[in-house]
């Protein structure tokens, strides 16, 4: 009894693979089955044909191959789309590594040349405007050296030598780098060769180190006017305002700005606020009656021409502009 039992486990075991087995094809056989087109049932032979043949009467089951050629060819289609696509995956990626590098490459390069430019031009360059952090260390006889060299550049403005005053200013600062006069006289010099990027620069450090008085704030803004930099100008020349709001300099200055910018109708209330407060300047009545031209008011340029021959009768440039408003 015992050994009956053992057999009929052991061969329980063993037919449970093969059974299962059995039902997958089973299963898979109704799938495929259930999913086979339809077909068409062929009409009995007729008794013509019958008597002809005097053959048995047979069913005859057709396939509908029509179903068959549509799904393959909708398989193909997609197929083909599927691998359309994923070339075009490839070729984008592909593309896209070969920019990424070419990129890398690119901005390695260009990093290296910007990294040599830099040093060269540290080099090349000796900015005196970064001088400053060097602690001032000189005795009396760096001071007495310091007077004579202030003096010589002086006297080399006053002479229109203006290189020659660049020098000595120079020297100066590579002896006391805290002596923010030099700067201001170094700025005066660039303005007078016009190089006014590097009279910008002498007046900002000044401006910087908050010992900028009006003085120095309206020559920074001329020289910034003369840069064609007027958004900056006007920033410094609303400085001097606040300062002083009676600054007839500054107000004049604000209009030329204006000018650059082509506001001409705030540009025309600067220079009469100007001439306001300083009537008597030839200059700041011509501003104002070039943008009353400007503006079209004939009778506000005559008014302001008038006044000018008044105080300058030999004025010729007022004189034509007088002349010509007149004919009109």
Excluded at 5 to 22: A, C, D, E, G
Excluded at 72 to 80: A, G, I, P, Y
Excluded at 265 to 289: C, H, I, Q
Aim: charged residues 35%.
């Amino acid at each position: 009894m015992f050994c009956g039992l053992y057999f009929k486990k052991i061969m329980s075991y063993t037919l449970i693979p093969q059974l299962i087995v059995i039902a997958s094809v089973v299963v898979l056989v109704v799938i495929v089955l259930r999913r086979l087109p339809a077909t068409k049932k062929i009409q009995p032979v007729g008794k013509e044909e019958k008597e002809k043949g005097d053959q048995p009467r047979k069913r005859i089951f057709k396939l509908r191959s029509e179903k068959f050629d549509k799904a393959r060819n909708l398989s193909r289609k997609r197929v083909q789309a599927a691998a359309e696509s994923l070339g075009s995956i490839f070729m984008w990626a592909k593309s896209r590594f070969k920019r990424d590098r070419k990129k890398k490459r690119e901005d390695v390069v260009k990093e290296n040349v910007v990294g040599a430019k830099r040093e060269i031009k540290k080099k090349r360059d000796v900015d005196v405007f970064k001088t400053l952090k060097v602690e001032p260390m000189f005795t009396e006889k760096d001071r007495t050296k310091i007077r004579n060299l202030v003096w010589e550049a002086r006297k080399a403005v006053k002479k229109r030598e203006y290189t020659r005053a660049e020098k000595f200013y120079v020297k100066i600062i590579s002896i006391d780098p805290r002596n923010l006069d030099v700067y201001k006289g170094l700025g005066e010099v660039y303005t007078k060769q016009g190089n006014f990027s590097d009279a910008a620069k002498a007046y900002k450090h000044v401006v910087r180190q908050g010992s900028a008085d009006e003085k120095i704030l309206l020559a920074l803004g001329e020289v910034l006017i003369k840069k064609k930099a007027f958004s900056e100008a006007m920033d410094f020349l609303k400085r001097v305002i606040k300062l002083n709001e009676k600054s007839a300099p500054g107000y004049a200055l604000l209009g030329q700005t204006y000018r650059g910018m082509r506001l001409d109708k705030e540009a025309l209330k600067m220079f009469e606020t100007s001439v306001g407060l300083d009537s008597k300047n030839v200059s700041y009545l011509m501003f104002l009656v070039e943008a009353a031209e400007k503006r079209g008011l004939d009778v506000i340029a005559k008014m302001n021409l008038n006044k000018i021959l008044e105080l300058e009768p030999e004025n010729e440039k007022a004189k034509e502009k007088l002349d010509r408003l007149l004919a009109k």
